[in-house]
C-alpha cells in the first residue's frame, strides 16, 4: 500500500514548506551572475530587469497566498455559521437566496477584516512597488532599444502629446477671444450705421430736428 503522506527530502538549504521562495532565490542568484564582453551592461540591465520580474513573481504569490488563506478562513467561517456553532441554534435557510446571502455576508466580513490589516497593507504595497519597478526597468530598456533604431521613444512621444495638449488649449483660448472681439465689433458696427443712417426725412422739420438731436446723442454714446 503506497503511503498517504511522505516527507520531502531537506537537501542544499531546500525548504519543503515553500519550494516556490527557493525556486526564487536560485533565479536571483542565477541574473547576479558576472558578465563579461563588449555588451556587459546592456546584459547587466537585462539581469537587474530579470531580479525585478523575479521580485514581483514573489511578491504576486504571496498576494495570491494570502488571499488563499482568506478564502479558507471564509470557508470555515461559514460552516460554522450553518453549524451554529458561535450561535444557541443552527441557521435556518429557507432558501437557496437565504444561503447565498449568509455566504456573501461571511465573506465580506472575513475579507474587511483583512483589508484592514497590516499584513494586507504591506503584502499589497510590496506587490505595487514591485510591480513598478519592473515596469519602469522594462521601459528603459525599450526606450534604449528604440534609441538604437532612430526611432521616438516613450519619453518623447509623451512630450509631443503634451505640447500638442498645450497647442490645443491655446487655440481654444484665442478662439473664444476671437468670437468675443467679433461680436464687439458687430455691435459697434450696428450702431454706427445706425447713427449715420437719415432719420425722419418725410417728416416736419421739427420732428426731424428731434430725431436729429436723438441720433448725435446715439453717436456721441457710441463714440
Known amino acids: 500500500m503506497m503511503p498517504h503522506h511522505f516527507d520531502l527530502p531537506s ?5 519543503p514548506g515553500r ?4 525556486a526564487f532565490e536560485q533565479m536571483r542568484k542565477l541574473l547576479s551572475m558576472p558578465q563579461v564582453g563588449y555588451s556587459r ?23 495570491n497566498r494570502a488571499f488563499a488563506q482568506v478564502a479558507e478562513e471564509s470557508i470555515e467561517e461559514f460552516q460554522k455559521v450553518l453549524a451554529g456553532i458561535d450561535k444557541e441554534a443552527p441557521l ?10 449568509t455566504w456573501i455576508n461571511v465573506c465580506e466580513d472575513i475579507y474587511a477584516d483583512f483589508a484592514m490589516s497590516d499584513d494586507y497593507q504591506a503584502i499589497y504595497g510590496r506587490m ?6 519592473m515596469k519602469q526597468e522594462s521601459e528603459s530598456i525599450m526606450d534604449k532599444q ?11 512621444v509623451d512630450a509631443i502629446a503634451g505640447k500638442l495638449q498645450q497647442v490645443k488649449r491655446e487655440n481654444r483660448k484665442l478662439r473664444a477671444e476671437l468670437e468675443h472681439l467679433t461680436t464687439e465689433g458687430r455691435a459697434h458696427i450696428e450702431a454706427r450705421i445706425a447713427c449715420d443712417d437719415p432719420i425722419g426725412q418725410d417728416s416736419s422739420d421739427a420732428a426731424a430736428g428731434d430725431d436729429s438731436d436723438r441720433v448725435q446723442s446715439c453717436c456721441d454714446k457710441v463714440m
Open 11 to 15: 537537501f542544499a538549504g531546500f525548504d
Open 19 to 22: 519550494p516556490e521562495a527557493q
Open 41 to 63: 551592461e546592456t546584459q547587466e540591465q537585462y539581469q537587474r530587469l530579470g531580479r525585478l520580474i523575479v521580485d514581483y513573481q514573489e511578491a504576486a504569490a504571496d498576494y
Open 92 to 101: 435556518e435557510v429557507n432558501s437557496l437566496r437565504d444561503l447565498y446571502t
Open 128 to 133: 505595487v512597488n514591485a510591480f513598478m519597478a
Open 146 to 156: 528604440l534609441e538604437a533604431l532612430n526611432m521616438p521613444t516613450r519619453r518623447e
